[in-house]
Structure formats: C-alpha cells, structure tokens
C-alpha cells in the first residue's frame, strides 16, 4: 500500500504559468512534508518542507499548501521557467532523522 | 564541502553475479540511508544507519542485500546474489543528527542486471 500518493505523474506548463503538484499521506502521524526537485543524472535535492502545524509556506516562487485535515499538501511553482523542468518527489516522514516516505514522483516539463 | 558521493554511477551485471555499491556520506553526517527506485516508481526507504548501527532495515527486500558501515564512514551496500528485479537506481543519503534535519541525497548508482 502506497502511504504518499502523488498526481498527476506528468505535467506540462507553459513559461510563466503556475504549476501544481498534489499529495495526499495514510499516517496521520506523519509530521514532516518536504518536496525534493531532481534533475537527469543527479540525486534529489530538497526544495521546500513544511510541518503540519502551519499551512502554507513560501520560498520564492515554491509554496507549499498543507491541509490537516484533508491529508492533502500541494506544491504551487508561480511564474514556472524552463530551467523548473524536472522531476519533483513529495515526501513524509514520522520522526526526526527518520526515513522518508516518497511519493511517485512528478516529471514537469516547462515549456517556453 | 563535498556532497553524498556514490560509486559506481552505472553498473550492468547478470543475474547470479554479487554487486557492491558504496556511498561516503558527507562529512559529519551520522546519519546515512540507502534507498532505491525501481522503474519510474516512487523511490522506497531500504535502510537506516546511525554512525555504524543499524538503526532500522525494515526496508531490505531480503537476505540477499547486505548493507555495512565500516567505523561510521562510508556505507556498502551488496547484492548478492543479484536478480532481475534488482535492477534500478539505488540512491544514498546523509544528515547530521538531531530533529528534521535535511537529507543529503547522491546522484545514485544505476544498477541493471541481466
């Protein structure tokens, strides 16, 4: 049973518009949402998290959206460039230091 | 300061051969995981160390993969023997101890076994 299901699995976007990424997580006791962004030939690398005591968290043009109780939390790219296409990962993890629970991954292509 | 790196970044093997992928970790990182994605699935939790301790391995597929970590450094993990359903990309990752600390992660190894 997949815990973090993430949709869509491909997203294509045009320069300038806003791109959305969703998950949605089985343990309520999850309490540490990041997203990773991971580009061809090179390991995942952590682009925003958040913890589920706030709602939303902004890092330039990434947010992230948390919603408790739907256990939803979404990732909002604005103003999406050529140089965004990758592949994004929602995860989850119980604990500190603990692993990390990934989503299927979404493959975003930007187009310009 | 250097990142997660991972040896070999591609390896192509046959079914029944022993593989052993390594990973060094960023300085100072005691925590250190391995994980794997398997074609375009979702990338799956296989092991935790803290320092040279197991600290969970509920993510090992079986008894033919045996992860190490000599003195607390650098990790190895072994397939052996290997399947086809082994194939994928295995990735590494470190942090520093303490609470929600980010994990580091390499550009992982591909592995193929035919």
């Known amino acids: 049973q997949q815990q973090v299901k993430q949709s869509p699995q491909s997203l294509i976007v045009q320069k300038g518009g806003i791109s959305i990424i969703n998950c949605a997580y089985e343990?309520?006791?999850?309490?540490?949402f990041p997203w990773y962004q991971q580009f061809p030939g090179k390991g995942p690398a952590l682009l925003i998290a958040?913890?589920?005591?706030?709602s939303e968290k902004k890092e330039g043009r990434f947010t992230i959206s948390f919603n408790k109780s739907a256990k939803q939390f979404s990732l909002h790219i604005m103003d999406s460039q050529p140089g965004d296409s990758a592949t994004y990962f929602c995860a989850a993890s119980l604990g500190a230091g603990n692993m990390l629970t990934f989503g299927g991954g979404t493959r975003l292509m930007v187009k310009p | 300061e250097a990142g997660v790196t991972q040896f070999p970044s591609h390896s192509v093997i046959e079914k029944g051969q022993t593989v052993t992928l390594r990973c060094d970790p960023i300085s100072g990182h005691d925590n250190l995981y391995w994980y794997r994605r398997v074609m375009g699935k979702e990338i799956k939790f296989l092991l935790h160390?803290?320092?040279?301790?197991?600290?969970?391995e509920s993510g090992m597929p079986n008894n033919r993969f045996l992860a190490e970590r000599t003195g607390g450094t650098y990790s190895t993990l072994k397939v052996q023997p290997a399947e086809l359903e082994d194939s994928g990309v295995y990735f590494c990752?470190?942090?520093?101890?303490?609470?929600?600390?980010?994990?580091?992660f390499g550009p992982g190894t591909r592995l193929t076994v035919l």
């Open positions: 990752a470190s942090s520093r101890l303490g609470s929600y600390n980010e994990q580091f």
């Open positions: 160390f803290v320092k040279e301790s197991k600290q969970d």
């Open positions: 343990n309520t006791a999850f309490d540490y």
């Open positions: 958040i913890r589920p005591d706030v």
